[in-house]
């Protein structure tokens, strides 16, 4: 075998990389931004909310954390359905994620690029649209060595930023000390309702966690270091999260907001003034930066796990480059989604995604209980951790996936339609199996034998 015709993904990632993605695909700076939102919802007790939906989304993390460690291998959601709940029931686990992946990229991208023109208002959405997609699908060709390089950086200004406004509400309540220190975790007009609806606003701030079991086949020791990594990117997401509402609601009390979505840069201007809250609006747009180089990061991996599977073009996505050991056609087509984006509104483009994510989170909890019916007599596995914490996972998000919009919902519905149909097509109406690992799969898991358990590789095999 060459490396020219049967290049494949290079284990190059550790632990800090993987984590350093996952934080930036959630965007650190994301707390900032929708504070004031989660603060009204939750009648002045944000801190709690993030506190709830942590805990909430700990348990799916926990299943994913498990499912990493059992296969050690790209495809996430998708793959771990494949293998647990039949090929079929993959296939559209994979294609409801799929959904998102591809217009994750865009709604990031645009994103971004509303905050640029809002800071540079004489160059245009549109322009900023193909200078950030371009930026980001350049570095993402490359290879990923630089990529993660470069997102670490990213990461690190953020969250350095992120966490120098902290420093300044700080200061401020050294200065100025609250009425209460308890009243942002629970007060006079806390409700449970209220809160937990708050908690499942904050559990979109969570989304992107598990693209780190993307980045499996290009991690070093995965069986070890994704779970980890999983783990960390929550506990991490959701520690920045709590305390950064809990001093932003120390800050500013109570739910009373002139405009909430802009609470953050009035509390930066109170905190620092004018110039501090340029910078700390700064901080977001590098934050979306580093989450845009994430999240097409894995997006085009996804498509090459597919692509590699047969499900799709295998000769345009299964195909890695053996220069830059990188699925260049997988990142060049997401890359090219931010057309599609170039006369989207936000609120439009939205609409597209979440549906998925909270599709794979039911189906990987699902998986765990799966795996404990089918291996509970020849391994030891507890039932707390394989079959009640999973039902929970799977109960709090069948919950969050019928919280969406109508429009998300229905475009979500819509999507899987089109996705059975094409199951139906390419299995002539079931008369043929979907299509399964391909040989170059088998032999890049020989490669890496080291990390899968013989179990799992006879499974896989």
């Known amino acids: 075998m060459t490396v020219a015709t049967e290049a494949h993904l290079a284990r190059r990632l550790t632990l800090p990389s993987v984590v350093a993605f996952g934080v930036s695909y959630m965007a650190p700076s994301l707390v900032m931004v929708i504070f004031g939102i989660i603060a009204v919802a939750s009648s002045g007790t944000a801190p709690t909310a993030f506190a709830l939906a942590t805990a909430a989304m700990l348990v799916t993390a926990l299943s994913y954390a498990k499912l990493a460690g059992i296969y050690p291998v790209s495809g996430s959601a998708y793959f771990y359905a494949r293998h647990n709940l039949g090929s079929r029931v993959g296939f559209l686990v994979g294609w409801s994620v799929l959904l998102d992946y591809l217009f994750l990229p865009m709604v990031a991208w645009l994103t971004q690029s509303i905050l640029l023109n809002a800071q540079f208002p004489a160059i245009p959405i549109w322009v900023w649209m193909l200078i950030n997609a371009g930026f980001t699908t350049l570095v993402n060709i490359v290879g990923i060595v630089v990529a993660d390089r470069v997102n670490k950086i990213l990461t690190g200004v ?48 969570f989304l992107g966690f598990d693209a780190v079991t993307t980045l499996a086949e290009e991690t070093k020791e995965p069986k070890r270091t994704i779970p980890r990594a999983v783990i960390l990117v929550v506990g991490i997401g959701g520690l920045l999260f709590i305390v950064g509402a809990y001093v932003m609601q120390l800050v500013h009390p109570g739910d009373l907001f002139e405009d909430a979505q802009a609470a953050s840069y009035t509390m930066s201007v109170d905190v620092g003034g004018q110039f501090f809250a340029d910078w700390t609006n700064l901080a ?47 990142v060049l087509i997401s890359g090219a989604m931010c057309f599609v984006g170039l006369n989207l509104s936000l609120e439009t483009a939205t609409g597209f995604i979440n549906f998925g994510a909270f599709t794979a989170f039911t189906a990987v909890n699902v998986c765990v209980i799966a795996y404990y019916l089918r291996h509970r007599r020849t391994r030891r596995l507890s039932t707390l951790g394989y079959v009640v914490l999973p039902a929970v996972g799977a109960m709090v998000s069948i919950y969050l996936l019928t919280q969406l919009s109508g429009t998300s919902l229905a475009i979500g519905l819509g999507w899987l339609a089109i996705g059975v149909g094409y199951l139906l097509w390419l299995t002539r109406g079931f008369r043929r199996p979907t299509p399964e690992l391909s040989i170059d799969y088998e032999q890049s898991l020989v490669g890496a034998a080291e990390d899968v358990e013989p179990a799992t590789r006879e499974q896989l095999t």
Do not use: E, H
Request: a positive charge; proline letters at 5%; one cysteine or more.
């Open 284 to 330: 977001g747009i590098i934050a979306g930066s580093a989450s845009c180089l994430a999240v097409q990061l894995s997006t085009s991996r996804l498509l090459y796990i597919m692509g590699r599977d047969g499900v799709l073009s295998k000769r345009v996505f299964g195909y890695v480059n053996p220069r830059t050991l990188t699925p260049i056609y997988c």
């Open 158 to 205: 953020a969250v350095f930023l992120v966490l120098l406004f902290f420093a300044y509400c700080v200061k401020t309540l050294a200065g100025s000390p609250p009425v209460s220190y308890t009243a942002p975790l629970w007060n006079s007009a806390s409700t449970i309702a209220g809160v937990s609806a708050a908690a499942a606003i904050a559990a979109y701030s």
